[in-house]
Each structure stands twice: as structure tokens, then as C-alpha cells.
């Protein structure tokens, strides 16, 4: 049996900064409709939904929403299969992208064609907010079986689980994520790729697709971006 990676996410995930950093700046903003792309099982969309929001979460992975729905207070979220094009129009006043969901958008074009979404589903002066890796802090240096290896207990008994980087051309990375079942010896590979956009792109493509870019901070301390900040933390408002 594969290791169902939708029922561990949370698992192989847990709460971290990033969540309170958003939900703060949420408060702090005083949003009332969000949402969440990329919100895989929903831990940060019911988050900002308990707050009182009113909250959309939208995934591309069916299982990851299955997930979402099940978990407490799902029931209250408006769970959207597909990408940004699923957010409405005018919609939001805070809108999230997560656990560096940036990244996934692996070429300009599509990168260009979420920030346009996002922008047109947000209100003017609406916020959009997300994290990407800085490439300067070269994390995938970090992804090996020695650095990543995580142990999980399953019903078809224990798995090991670790990331390896496969190549790196920038701004894009390739990693394959293993597992080893450690009973019955099966073993799965997958390779996902990734944008390593730097700071200046980023700001960039923002103020290209209609955002103003507001604060930019290099962890969620919120302290002030360095050259080697592992994170690339950016809020951004919608102009007119």
C-alpha cells in the first residue's frame, strides 16, 4: 500500500510560523472575506474562517480537499476544486498562498496568469500575501535522505519518507520525494519542480499584474529581508 500523502500531509506538515504570521496579518488588516490558493487540507483556511471570515479554499488535488472537508469546521468553508481561475470576482479583501504554493507556478506565464486572477478576485486595496524560498539560501542544498527523513506510522506499517534534490537550473528545481515502507518493502518515488524566484522578480511581476508591494520580510518574525533570509515574505496591495 502507497503511503496516502493527503491523510499525512498534516503529519509531515505541522502548524509552523507561516500560519500565525497570516492569521495575525488577517486581524491585523481586518479581512472579512479570503481566501486561500493552495490550501491543500485547510489547516490555515479554517484558521482565518474561525476568525468569523467568510472563506474559500481552492486546491487543484481532490484528495487533499476530501481532507479539508472532513476536518473540523470544513463544513463552513466554500472548498473549490481547480486553480485560481475558480476565485469570483471582487470577492475578497485578503487573499493567501501558503506553504510555498508560489513556487509550483513553474513558468512566468502561468505565475503571471494567478497573479492576474488573484487580482481581479480581490477588492481594490485588498491584500495578497505569500512566501516563496529565497534562491540565495540555496535550500535545496538542505533536501537529502539524511536532512529530510521522516518515520510515519501507517495501517500497512511503518514508512519512511525524505526528499532528494535531482537538478538544479535556475529558477527552477527538481527534488523527488521517496518513501520505503519498511514491512513489506515497497518503495514510491515522485518528482515535483519548482520556481526559485528571487526578490526583485517577484516584486516585479506583482507590480505588473496591478499589486503595490507593502512589506517585504525575510521570516515570519517579521524581521527585515537579508541577501541569505531563508524566506521571501511578501504583502502586496491591489491598486485600482
Known amino acids: 500500500m502507497a503511503l496516502d500523502f493527503a491523510a499525512a500531509y498534516d503529519e509531515l506538515n505541522p502548524d509552523d510560523d507561516d500560519h500565525r504570521f497570516y492569521a495575525a496579518l488577517a486581524d491585523e488588516l481586518g479581512a472579512t472575506r479570503v481566501i486561500d490558493l493552495g490550501c491543500g487540507t485547510g489547516t490555515l483556511t479554517r484558521l482565518l474562517a474561525s476568525r468569523g471570515r467568510a472563506a474559500v479554499g481552492i486546491d487543484p488535488d481532490p484528495k487533499m480537499l476530501h481532507v479539508a472537508r472532513q476536518r473540523h469546521g470544513g463544513a463552513d468553508i466554500d472548498w473549490r476544486l481547480g486553480y485560481s481561475d475558480r476565485a469570483d470576482?471582487?470577492?475578497?479583501?485578503?487573499?493567501?498562498?501558503?506553504?510555498?504554493?508560489?513556487?509550483?507556478?513553474?513558468?512566468?506565464?502561468?505565475?503571471?496568469?494567478?497573479?492576474?486572477?488573484?487580482?481581479?478576485?480581490?477588492?481594490p486595496g485588498g491584500t495578497l500575501t505569500f512566501e516563496s524560498r529565497n534562491p540565495a539560501a540555496r535550500a535545496w542544498e538542505r533536501?537529502?535522505?539524511?536532512?529530510?527523513?521522516?518515520?510515519?506510522?501507517?495501517?500497512?506499517?511503518?514508512?519512511?519518507?525524505?526528499?532528494?534534490?535531482?537538478?538544479?537550473?535556475?529558477?527552477?528545481?527538481?527534488?523527488?520525494?521517496?518513501?520505503?515502507?519498511?514491512?513489506?518493502?515497497?518503495?514510491?518515488?515522485?518528482?515535483?519542480?519548482?520556481?526559485?524566484?528571487?526578490?526583485?522578480?517577484?516584486?516585479?511581476?506583482?507590480?505588473?499584474?496591478?499589486?503595490?508591494?507593502?512589506?517585504?520580510?525575510?521570516?515570519w518574525e517579521r524581521t527585515p529581508p537579508l541577501p541569505d533570509s531563508r524566506e521571501i515574505i511578501l504583502v502586496a496591495s491591489r491598486l485600482a
Open 89 to 123: 470576482s471582487n470577492s475578497a479583501d485578503f487573499a493567501v498562498m501558503s506553504g510555498h504554493a508560489a513556487q509550483v507556478f513553474r513558468d512566468d506565464d502561468t505565475w503571471s496568469r494567478a497573479l492576474q486572477d488573484l487580482h481581479r478576485a480581490l477588492v
Open 143 to 219: 533536501w537529502t535522505r539524511k536532512a529530510t527523513l521522516r518515520t510515519l506510522d501507517t495501517p500497512a506499517g511503518p514508512v519512511e519518507f525524505w526528499h532528494e534534490t535531482a537538478w538544479v537550473s535556475l529558477p527552477l528545481v527538481a527534488y523527488d520525494t521517496l518513501t520505503h515502507n519498511l514491512h513489506t518493502g515497497e518503495t514510491s518515488s515522485d518528482r515535483d519542480i519548482l520556481a526559485f524566484r528571487d526578490g526583485p522578480a517577484l516584486i516585479l511581476s506583482l507590480e505588473t499584474a496591478g499589486f503595490s508591494v507593502s512589506h517585504q520580510y525575510g521570516d
